[in-house]
């Protein structure tokens, strides 16, 4: 598999030596099929899961007065599971800048949000801009991380791919509102329109193990902002952040949260495209 970093490849070896002789076949091999294409999930999200562990984990043992604040000992955390990542090769370095981007994408707009007061942070520590935790960074780098993993990993070709440019505008129409809207009217629906009629005629085709399969990429938009919703949740119910509705109390993300991490999801797609060019399937 192209593009696999040295830890990959070697991992891949691995499993392909256990597998191999695997009925091709039938429930088994279709069994087999699932619990890999579980494992590489798993194995993209590797950066996103370690955060949240960690936030979960400083919620459920950190003391409130421990001398190194709460947000503090996230921002140390995080940077450490970057250089982990880098330093074992599970990211490399041509990833390494556009992650950067989803860094600084993702701060400028938690600064904005803080301000105008659309969620909020504990006000402890002091490895922070304004009102925003330097942790929060990384959690945007988490997305991106993915992103580009599982595009390695799955080894991700696509049918009909919207012209490059058209996806990078309306990805800047979409970073655009999410500050907007707070002044004028909100164009996200808008906008969601016309990221549906740009990318409905393309399909995405990924390969587990021995069997390739494919999806409406709009479907994998809808599933992955899904699970960053659940994350959210969890992450806004250890306190890492909270929404004004939260203050009081805890209660579930709104569910209109999924079209701002839809509309995310092209962001983050757009990026990505940055280091790896969407390939045509008979590349």
């Known amino acids: 598999m192209n593009g696999l970093t040295r830890v990959e490849r070697y991992l891949d070896r691995i499993a392909n030596r256990l597998l191999e002789g695997r009925s091709d076949r039938g429930f088994r091999a279709g069994l087999i099929e699932f619990l890999v294409f579980g494992l590489k999930q798993a194995w993209a999200c590797l950066f996103g899961a370690l955060m949240l562990v960690a936030i ?48 600084i994408t993702g701060t ?11 969620w909020l942070y504990d006000p402890d520590g002091v490895l922070r801009i304004g009102g925003v935790p330097l942790f929060t960074g990384f959690m945007y780098a988490a997305v991106g991380s993915y992103m580009l993993r599982v595009y390695r990993l799955m080894d991700l070709r696509f049918d009909r791919y ?24 909100d164009a996200r629906w808008v906008i969601l329109a016309a990221v549906i009629v740009v990318y409905f005629r393309t399909w995405m085709h990924f ?9 409406p990429i709009l479907v994998a938009f809808g599933l992955v902002a899904m699970f960053i919703w659940f994350a959210e949740n969890i992450a806004t119910w250890a306190g890492a952040w909270a929404y004004p509705d939260q203050v009081d109390g805890w209660e579930p993300v709104s569910w209109m949260k999924l079209v701002s991490w839809f509309l995310l999801m092209l962001i983050s797609v757009v990026l990505v495209t940055f280091v790896y060019r969407p390939r045509a399937v008979d590349e």
């Open 207 to 215: 390969r587990v193990y021995r069997r390739t399969f494919k999806m």
């Open 108 to 118: 400028i707009m938690e600064l904005f949000k803080t301000d105008v007061g659309s």
């Open 162 to 185: 919207p012209r490059l440019w058209l996806t990078a505008v309306l990805a800047l129409l979409a970073y655009a509102n999410f500050f907007t809207h707070h002044y004028v009217w």
């Open 56 to 103: 979960v984990a400083a919620r459920l043992w950190w003391p409130d007065d421990a001398a190194l604040a709460r947000n503090d000992m996230l921002v140390i955390v995080a940077v450490g599971i970057q250089v982990l990542m880098l330093v074992t090769r599970l990211e490399t370095g041509r990833e390494l800048w556009v992650i950067v981007l989803f860094h």
